[in-house]
T-cell receptor, first 116, second 112 residues
Framework: KAGVTQTPRYLIKTRGQQVTLSCSPI?????VSWYQQTPGQGLQFLFE???????NKGNFPGRFSGRQFSNSRSEMNVSTLELGDSALYLC???????????????FGEGSRLTVL | DAKTTQPNSMESNEEEPVHLPCNHSTISGTDYIHWYRQLPSQGPEYVIH???SNVNNRMASLAIAEDRKSSTLILHRATLRDAAVYYCILRPTHFGNEKLTFGTGTRLTIIP
């Protein structure tokens, strides 16, 4: 079956712009979470959505936002981009349907954002 | 949030076993121990998880200390493809992606 799909894979923006990243989870998966990965900070949790509701949020400023649609696809948005926002943004989906759910997260390959 | 501590890097010879340690001294009784690995230019992939008992799957084995304050991921016969960053994380519930803390992981280098 198809894995988690993230688009775009690469993008370059300038400071002050905004960006929208998309994530299509594995079919049937209801939870989508987002992570930021940088060389210095490693993988940091951004937020998680379940049934179109934000269920958990990490310690990021309000410039980072997201949403989930009825088909479980998710988008995240970063407004007023800063140089420090350059990172790999990873999306992960999970089944969330006991007892079949093993708790495994399925990650996409990420969207690499460069802010100039 | 419960945290884990892992060595920054480890090396191992190809075709030998590898033991990757993880300390989680503040683990709570309901935390699951999960391991993921991230190959170069890819997103992390699930390796194994456990709660109290040792676990085996086709990729690896997970040995959990009796007091659950530490665990060890065991790759029985390392190959070059196992070169990756390995993350040990704690999940507060069986499912429900609460603020998972991945940390910086252990970078495993396999020597041919």
């Amino acid at each position: 079956k198809a894995g988690v799909t993230q688009t775009p894979r690469y993008l370059i923006k300038t400071r002050g712009q905004q960006v929208t990243l998309s994530c299509s989870p594995i079919s049937g998966h209801r939870s989508v979470s987002w992570y930021q990965q940088t060389p210095g900070q490693g993988l940091q949790f951004l937020f998680e959505y379940f049934s179109e509701t934000q269920r958990n949020k990490g310690n990021f400023p309000g410039r980072f936002s997201g949403r989930q649609f009825s088909n479980s696809r998710s988008e995240m948005n970063v407004s007023t981009l800063e140089l420090g926002d350059s990172a790999l943004y990873l999306c992960a989906s999970s089944l969330e349907w006991a007892p079949r759910d093993t708790g495994e997260l399925f990650f996409g390959e990420g969207s690499r954002l460069t802010v100039l | 949030d419960a945290k884990t501590t892992q060595p920054n890097s480890m090396e191992s010879n190809e075709e030998e076993p590898v033991h990757l340690p993880c300390n989680h001294s503040t683990i709570s009784g309901t935390d699951y121990i999960h391991w993921y690995r991230q190959l170069p230019s890819q997103g992390p992939e699930y390796v194994i998880h456990g709660l109290t008992s040792n676990v085996n799957n086709r990729m690896a084995s997970l040995a959990i200390a009796e007091d659950r304050k530490s665990s060890t991921l065991i790759l029985h016969r390392a190959t070059l493809r196992d070169a990756a960053v390995y993350y040990c994380i704690l999940r507060p519930t069986h499912f429900g992606n609460e603020k998972l803390t991945f940390g910086t992981g252990t970078r495993l280098t396999i020597i041919p």
